[in-house]
């Protein structure tokens, strides 16, 4: 009897705790097209500096990693204990976290390098997009390669982005002319 009244109080305060996630994910789109506006604003008054906004985005939170300093040295123990690695072509061991860390580090400079050159060059609105588009690929590939089951709800999650890709781009608009340019092509039925 404890089991399901267990249940059945978890059942609120799930659903709870997942309204205060789809409010923080909401809360964080909408602060981050904000930034994309400001970013905007500011290239066009300034010039096109993407190394320079990428420098101080990420330069002047570094002081608030102080906070969390006794935290990052428990994480360097461990990951100086994790299993030695030999890394392929330069014959280096090191522990496999940190070739981890390593590995996550570069890639993730090389995509938001890519991210702060594209807003240089696009508006605010088609980069929330492609990093849309790029955090959605990365969904899909976790759950093939995690091998986790795919849902009706991932379903309806994939139709929105991709029906609000097409949106975007005007595919409809384009579509129009040429659907019409085939009927006329088409040899009448008699």
């Known amino acids: ?7 059945q109080e978890d059942g609120p305060q799930a659903f709870l705790w997942w309204l205060l996630g789809i409010a923080a994910l909401t809360f964080a789109l909408l602060m981050s097209a904000r930034m994309g506006i400001f970013q905007e604003t500011l290239y ?10 990428l420098f101080y985005n990420h330069a002047l939170p570094l002081p608030g990693f102080l906070l969390l300093a006794p935290n990052i040295y428990q994480h360097a123990v461990l990951f100086n204990q994790s299993e030695l690695f030999q890394v392929p072509v330069i014959g280096l061991t090191l522990p496999i976290m940190w070739f ?42 976790s759950i093939l390669y995690f091998q986790n089951p795919f849902t009706g709800w991932h ?17 409809w608009n384009s579509l129009g002319p040429f659907l019409a340019r085939c009927q006329r092509r088409r040899p009448k039925d008699e």
């Open 44 to 53: 066009q008054k300034f010039g096109k500096h993407s190394k320079e906004a």
């Open 100 to 141: 981890y860390l390593l590995m996550n580090v570069i890639t993730q400079y090389v995509c938001i390098r890519g991210v702060f050159i594209l807003t240089t060059e696009c508006t605010s609105l088609t980069v929330t997009l492609v990093v849309t588009l790029r955090k959605f690929v990365s969904l899909i590939f």
């Open 155 to 171: 379903w309806l999650g994939t139709a929105f982005v991709f029906v609000g890709t097409l949106m975007y781009t005007e595919v």
């Open 1 to 7: 009897a404890s089991d399901s009244s267990l249940n």
